[in-house]
């Protein structure tokens, strides 16, 4: 058995098509977009375009899609500039966002300029929309609600659009991290009311190291980077052309092919499910993942009844045996401090077992999730 990845809520394998449409520009527009000579004006042409389509797709305004380097940049851009550039001073969200979002406040609020409510969680990590009206209902400054739509790690699925008119009533601005949705599910941004949102070409087997944010028309950001008037003048430097065009056509793909797409990778998810519980006694899902209507299709969390300090050596021989999994979202997968999601859903008992989350894309095949369950049978019993 050649090695199987089942790490996609990481990032995901490159299509070729867009390996192939990137080359092409890379080799034939190698002109600046902000020089007026032919060679400038032939690429600015193609970023506008590849701007374009994304909006199109999202039903945006093309001027509302501001390119950048992935969703942390774009989670940033948005937190900061609320603060910096809009008044925020009170800034809500959850114990179980990204880290691009978590650390980011953090270091706000270092500055003594802002001040953080966490929302109420269920068990499962549900958020509590009856607590975040309240917090909103008795907020006498200028609101800032952070809420993701899918989590990275346990693939809970937040209604946004329920979020976006609580947000509404109350006159409050309205940020989502959609990087683990953009590119999976049919997204229409004209009747989801958010302010801003960001995606990450690489979480739909685009190029890594370019994304975009969503930022509504009239809302008046500002600049996030100086140096140039690129994206409207918030995100100042040179456009990366050919990862621009590779995300509009990762993108474009990704939507075409959505719904066979979304049936192949959900029916391995759910047989992933029904396998493991059948070898694995004991066998729990961090979140929801066993809901699929509250969960997303890619990814399923596992509680393995094996203790917690064996987590390492278990995902090395799991590595070993050709298989790539994770403990957790990539961006702490260094740490030792294990996960800050599942320490605000687990009860004390299952936060010293280990956790591992599998996530699937359309190359992986029902034989890759057969070979994996028997691993980890054998390696469990």
Same mark, same amino acid.
Do not use: W
């Given at each position: 058995m050649s090695t199987i990845y089942l790490d996609n809520a990481a990032t995901t394998k490159v299509r070729d098509e867009i390996v192939d449409a990137m080359s092409t520009i890379i080799k034939n527009e190698y002109g600046n977009p902000s020089s007026t000579h032919s060679y400038g004006r032939s690429s600015k042409? *193609? &970023?506008?375009?590849?701007? @374009?389509? *994304?909006?199109?797709?999202?039903?945006?305004?093309?001027?509302?899609?501001?390119?950048?380097?992935?969703?942390?940049?774009?989670?940033?851009?948005?937190?900061?500039?609320?603060?910096?550039?809009?008044?925020? !001073?009170?800034?809500?969200?959850?114990?179980?966002?990204?880290?691009? &979002?978590?650390?980011?406040? #953090?270091?706000?609020? !270092?500055?003594?300029? *802002?001040? &953080?409510?966490? &929302?109420?969680?269920? $068990?499962?990590?549900?958020?509590?929309?009856? #607590?975040?009206?309240?917090?909103?209902?008795?907020?006498? /400054? $200028?609101?800032?609600?952070?809420?993701?739509?899918i989590n990275n790690e346990i693939g809970n699925i937040t209604d946004i659009d329920a979020v976006s008119k609580i947000c509404k009533k109350y006159n409050s601005l309205f940020h989502s991290d959609t990087v683990q949705s953009v590119g999976h599910y049919d997204l229409d941004f004209e009747k989801i009311k958010v302010d801003f949102f960001v995606a990450s070409a690489h979480k739909f087997h685009?190029? $890594?190291?370019?994304?975009?944010?969503?930022?509504? @028309?009239?809302?008046?950001?500002?600049?996030?980077?100086?140096?140039?008037? /690129?994206?409207?003048?918030l995100r100042a430097g040179t456009e990366s052309v050919h990862n621009i065009v590779g995300m509009s056509e990762a993108l474009k793909i990704s939507t075409k092919n959505l719904k066979s797409e979304k049936k192949h990778i959900s029916e391995l998810k759910n047989y992933f499910i029904s396998e493991i519980k059948k070898k694995i006694k004991d066998v729990k899902f961090n979140g929801l993942c066993d809901d699929n209507n509250k969960s997303t299709y890619t990814l399923?969390?596992?509680?393995?009844? *094996?203790? !917690?300090?064996?987590?390492?050596?278990?995902?090395?021989?799991?590595?070993?045996?050709?298989?790539?999994?994770?403990?957790?979202?990539a961006c702490q997968s260094g740490s030792d401090s294990g996960s800050h999601v599942l320490r605000e859903i687990q009860n004390n008992e299952d936060n010293q077992k280990v956790s591992l989350r599998f996530s699937f894309s359309i190359f992986n095949t029902k034989d890759e999730v057969d070979y994996v369950i028997n691993q980890i049978d054998s390696l469990v019993n």
């Open positions: 042409s *193609i &970023v506008e375009l590849s701007r @374009k389509e *994304i909006s199109n797709i999202l039903n945006v305004k093309s001027s509302e899609i501001i390119f950048t380097s992935g969703g942390t940049e774009g989670d940033n851009m948005i937190i900061r500039n609320c603060v910096n550039n809009l008044d925020v !001073r009170h800034i809500i969200t959850s114990k179980i966002e990204h880290h691009a &979002v978590t650390h980011t406040i #953090d270091d706000l609020l !270092r500055t003594d300029k *802002i001040k &953080v409510s966490f &929302v109420k969680l269920s $068990k499962s990590g549900d958020v509590d929309l009856e #607590d975040l009206e309240n917090i909103l209902k008795n907020s006498n /400054q $200028k609101c800032l609600v952070s809420l993701m739509h685009g190029p $890594k190291g370019i994304g975009f944010a969503f930022v509504r @028309k009239n809302t008046n950001l500002g600049p996030y980077l100086t140096g140039g008037m /690129q994206e409207k003048g399923v969390n596992v509680l393995l009844p *094996i203790k !917690r300090e064996t987590g390492g050596l278990f995902m090395f021989k799991l590595d070993m045996k050709g298989i790539a999994c994770s403990k957790g979202s």
